[in-house]
C-alpha cells in the first residue's frame, strides 16, 4: 500500500520516500506525491531521485507502480527524493474541479443526464454525456453560475467517506458534495475565469471541454 501524501497536501512538491519494491524497471513507494492516472486525470510527471518518470499507475492492492529509465540502480530500503512538476500539476487541479464543478451543475439542470467519460489534461478538460439535446444552449446559465461561485471564493472541503477503501470526496457547503478520489484546489477562486465550448461526439452523446482562460500565480 502506497500512502497518498497528494490527498493530504496537494500543493507539496517534494518528499522523501522508502523504495519498498523494485521490478525491473518498476517499483513501488512507501508514500508518493504523485499522482497516478485515476478518475480521467493523467498522472503528473516529474522525477524520483533525480529520474524522470516514465509512467505511474495504480494497482489493485493499493500500491502505485512507478516506472522508470533503465538502469535506475535503486534498491529495497533506499530513501529517494520525490518532485513533481508543480506548474501542470496546479493547472490539473484548477481543472479537475472545473469540470467536475460543470459537471455538478449540469446534472443539477438536467435530471437523467449520464456522464459516459471525462479526461483531465494539462491544456484542457472534457466530460463527455449522454444527452439527447444540444448542451450549450446552457452555456451562458452555465457561465453565470460558475462565475458567481469562483468569486464567492467558496472553501473546497475534501475527505474520505470510506477510508477503508479509499473513497473519498469533495464538498461545497450549500452546493454538493461529491465522490471524488482526485487533486483539487483549496477554494474556488483558484479556478479563475473558464471558456466552454460544445462538441456533438455522436448521436445522443455531447461533450463540454473546459478551458482556462489563463494562468494564475501558483500557490
Known amino acids: 500500500m502506497t500512502e497518498r501524501i497528494f490527498w493530504q497536501d496537494p500543493y507539496l512538491t517534494r518528499l522523501t520516500a522508502q523504495v519498498i519494491a523494485?521490478?525491473?524497471?518498476?517499483?513501488?513507494?512507501?508514500?508518493?506525491?504523485?499522482?497516478?492516472?485515476?478518475?480521467?486525470?493523467?498522472?503528473?510527471?516529474?522525477?524520483?531521485?533525480?529520474?524522470?518518470?516514465?509512467?505511474?499507475?495504480?494497482?489493485?492492492?493499493?500500491?502505485?507502480?512507478?516506472?522508470?529509465?533503465?538502469?535506475?540502480?535503486?534498491q529495497t530500503g533506499q530513501r529517494v527524493e520525490v518532485e513533481i512538476d508543480w506548474p501542470r500539476r496546479y493547472r490539473l487541479m484548477r481543472l479537475h474541479f472545473a469540470a467536475e464543478l460543470v459537471l455538478e451543475l449540469i446534472c443539477q439542470r438536467l435530471p437523467g443526464v449520464e456522464k459516459i467519460g471525462a479526461h483531465i489534461a494539462e491544456d484542457k478538460a472534457r466530460i463527455d454525456f449522454a444527452w439527447h439535446e444540444n448542451v450549450s444552449a446552457l452555456f451562458p446559465e452555465l457561465s453565470a453560475a460558475i462565475a458567481a461561485i469562483v468569486a464567492a471564493d467558496h472553501p473546497i472541503r475534501t475527505g474520505f467517506s470510506d477510508e477503508a477503501t479509499g473513497r473519498r470526496y469533495w464538498e461545497i457547503t450549500g452546493l454538493a458534495r461529491v465522490p471524488c478520489g482526485g487533486t483539487h484546489v483549496r477554494s474556488t477562486a483558484e479556478i479563475g475565469p473558464l471558456s466552454l465550448k460544445r462538441r456533438n461526439v455522436g448521436k445522443?452523446?455531447?461533450?463540454?471541454?473546459?478551458?482556462?482562460?489563463?494562468?494564475i500565480g501558483l500557490c
Do not use: W
Open 22 to 74: 523494485v521490478d525491473g524497471a518498476d517499483l513501488v513507494l512507501d508514500r508518493t506525491i504523485f499522482f497516478a492516472f485515476s478518475g480521467g486525470q493523467e498522472s503528473d510527471t516529474g522525477r524520483i531521485a533525480g529520474l524522470t518518470v516514465e509512467s505511474a499507475r495504480k494497482q489493485e492492492n493499493g500500491s502505485i507502480v512507478y516506472t522508470l529509465p533503465m538502469p535506475h540502480g535503486l
Open 204 to 215: 445522443g452523446k455531447e461533450r463540454i471541454e473546459v478551458s482556462l482562460n489563463h494562468d
